[in-house]
């Protein structure tokens, strides 16, 4: 079973818009972690927000906040005032295995990706 | 600055041909990853390293071998037992903190002559 869905294989928005990006997730493990990173043409991949289970809010950074909803393990990246540069390839991920308060070295689990296309 | 650097770039090899590449970082992170991402597709884990002298296979990590002599250094060899090596490659490195995220290298992209 896929361990991150994300069930959006392309987005459209127009510029100055907000988005929201899919990500659903399967896991036991009550400690874990959810990221999403963006993907641009060149290749390199950027942090962008980080959930943790036991937040109790919703992250935010910036344009970026993640509608975590933990009971329907649904991990959603909203973009608000969407730019010409945000076109990218958007993966949400999850590491596993967390301590309470301590450290980890728990590897990702990546999703299938979204892509993203700004229209001015 | 700190980062991660991959080289090289691009990378071409030749049938039964074994080739390296490269990944360091100066970070000071204990833990660093290597990761496959084909066209339109996520990343997928070949092999990580936790700890000096010390890896583990993910779940691709058939036909690629690994060495951690150095914190910095997290070298990925592409043996010629790798049937289908055209690729992106991506090197990532982590701290221990639970809410720190990986930090990616640019990648290289590997094709087959």
């Known amino acids: 079973a896929q361990k991150i869905t994300q069930t959006q294989p392309g987005m459209f928005v127009q510029e100055k818009e907000a988005v929201t990006l899919d990500c659903t997730y399967d896991?036991?493990?009550?400690?874990?972690?959810l990221f999403w990173y963006k993907q641009p043409s060149s290749g390199e991949m950027i942090f962008l927000i980080y959930q943790g289970s036991y937040d109790q809010q919703n992250a935010t950074e910036g344009r970026y906040s993640l509608n975590f909803q933990k009971a329907r393990k649904s991990a959603n990246l909203v973009i608000s005032a969407s730019q010409l540069g945000d076109s990218a390839m958007y993966f949400c991920a999850m590491r596993e295995g967390l301590k309470a308060g301590g450290t980890s070295y728990g590897k990702l689990t990546f999703g299938q990706g979204t892509i993203l296309t700004v229209h001015p | 600055d700190g980062g991660i650097t991959q080289s090289p770039k691009y990378l071409f090899r030749k049938e039964g041909q074994n080739v390296t590449l490269s990944c360091e970082q100066n970070?000071?992170?204990?833990?660093m990853y290597w990761y496959r991402q084909d066209p339109g597709q996520g990343l997928r884990l070949i092999y990580y390293?936790?700890?000096?002298?010390?890896?583990q296979k993910g779940d691709i990590a058939e036909g690629y071998s690994v060495s951690r002599e150095k914190k910095e250094s997290f070298p990925l060899t592409v043996t010629s037992a790798q049937k289908n090596p055209t690729a992106f490659y991506l090197c990532?490195?982590?701290?221990?903190?639970?809410?720190?995220?990986?930090?990616f290298g640019d990648g290289t992209r590997l094709s087959i002559l």
């Open positions: 390293s936790q700890i000096v002298n010390d890896f």
């Open positions: 990532a490195s982590r701290g221990a903190r639970q809410r720190q995220p990986q930090h």
């Open positions: 970070l000071n992170h204990d833990a």
């Open positions: 896991t036991s493990d009550p400690s874990y972690g």
